[in-house]
């Protein structure tokens, strides 16, 4: 099933870490419970930067669309939904600024985790993209907005293509690049110089830098998803969940399992 847990360290540092096998995307379940925990922690008097990573092959391959296909109904579509909105919303608004460490792939919601993260630091294997529009699904192209430039993401988004770690920190959304080894490291570097600082000037710090934001992150992503219910009733958003999903007749492959790629 997996685990979201946290842990604080004698600096305030709170390390969240998805650990959710077999690629880390996540249930319903799991997603309020990234949303809850990061709150949490944004809220604790003690903590005075946060640390978003993952264990295992990546760092988040989206929702668990089995879970979609296997409930009857349309709960677990809208559970996912809102889970993904609260959790990307938790990052964005968490009272300390957060630090995403991505190792591997970053997909569909580890999309809206990364982009609504302060800081982003990724292991030289790190790559970012949407594979929604191949799922039937649209959302998160209002995070990608905030890690690669307007044209160049929506080529991402009509292709399902992604981008690398050394891309992006060409942009200049990815602070630095390391070896996968050392990205714990790393990410806690850029946390302890944080933590070392004023955490009611590191507070106020981030609340006045969401109030000069150019855009309404959670009401533009709330926007994108509406395109995502309208593909679900129109059936096609079903039909292709269903496909990546399923197992192949030709080999037994099961395909959900074998790809990272859920949405």
Same mark, same amino acid.
């Given at each position: 099933?997996?685990?979201?847990?946290?842990?604080?360290?004698?600096?305030?540092?709170?390390?969240?870490?998805?650990?959710?096998?077999?690629?880390?995307?996540?249930?319903?379940?799991?997603?309020?419970?990234?949303?809850?925990?990061?709150?949490?922690?944004?809220?604790?008097?003690?903590?005075?930067?946060?640390?978003?990573?993952?264990?295992?092959?990546?760092?988040?391959?989206?929702?668990?669309?089995?879970?979609?296909?296997?409930?009857?109904?349309?709960?677990?579509?809208?559970?996912?939904?809102?889970?993904?909105?609260?959790?990307?919303?938790?990052?964005?608004?968490?009272?300390?600024?957060?630090?995403?460490?991505?190792?591997?792939?970053?997909?569909?919601?580890?999309?809206?985790?990364?982009?609504?993260?302060?800081?982003?630091?990724?292991?030289?294997?790190?790559?970012?993209?949407?594979?929604?529009?191949?799922?039937?699904?649209?959302?998160?192209?209002?995070? /990608?907005?905030?890690? %690669?430039?307007?044209?160049?993401?929506?080529?991402? %988004?009509?292709?399902?293509?992604?981008?690398?770690?050394?891309?992006?920190?060409?942009?200049?959304?990815?602070?630095?690049?390391?070896?996968?080894?050392?990205?714990?490291?790393?990410?806690?570097?850029?946390?302890?110089?944080?933590?070392?600082?004023?955490?009611?000037?590191?507070?106020?710090?981030?609340?006045? /830098?969401?109030?000069?934001?150019?855009?309404?992150?959670?009401?533009?992503?709330?926007?994108?998803?509406?395109?995502?219910?309208? /593909?679900?009733?129109?059936?096609?958003?079903?039909?292709?969940?269903?496909?990546?999903?399923?197992?192949?007749?030709?080999?037994?492959?099961?395909?959900?399992?074998?790809?990272?790629?859920?949405?």
């Amino acid at each position: 099933m997996g685990t979201i847990s946290t842990h604080i360290d004698d600096h305030g540092i709170a390390e969240v870490v998805m650990d959710c096998p077999p690629v880390n995307a996540l249930t319903v379940a799991q997603w309020f419970d990234v949303a809850d925990q990061v709150t949490a922690a944004g809220r604790n008097s003690d903590v005075r930067v946060v640390v978003l990573r993952a264990e295992g092959k990546g760092y988040n391959a989206g929702v668990d669309i089995k879970e979609m296909q296997n409930t009857t109904g349309f709960s677990a579509l809208i559970g996912a939904n809102k889970g993904c909105y609260a959790a990307f919303a938790a990052v964005y608004d968490c009272a300390v600024p957060v630090i995403a460490a991505v190792h591997g792939f970053c997909l569909g919601g580890g999309i809206g985790l990364a982009g609504n993260a302060d800081i982003i630091i990724a292991s030289d294997d790190a790559y970012f993209g949407l594979p929604e529009v191949d799922r039937g699904a649209l959302g998160a192209a209002t995070h /990608l907005s905030r890690l %690669v430039p307007q044209h160049k993401m929506r080529a991402m %988004v009509y292709t399902s293509t992604t981008a690398t770690a050394a891309e992006l920190h060409h942009y200049g959304s990815v602070h630095s690049v390391v070896p996968r080894g050392e990205l714990r490291d790393a990410a806690m570097a850029i946390a302890s110089q944080i933590a070392a600082k004023s955490t009611t000037v590191i507070r106020a710090a981030k609340e006045s /830098l969401n109030g000069i934001d150019l855009w309404d992150v959670k009401k533009s992503y709330r926007f994108e998803q509406g395109f995502t219910f309208e /593909l679900n009733l129109s059936g096609v958003a079903d039909e292709l969940r269903d496909d990546f999903a399923g197992t192949s007749k030709a080999d037994g492959t099961d395909k959900a399992h074998a790809s990272p790629e859920a949405t």
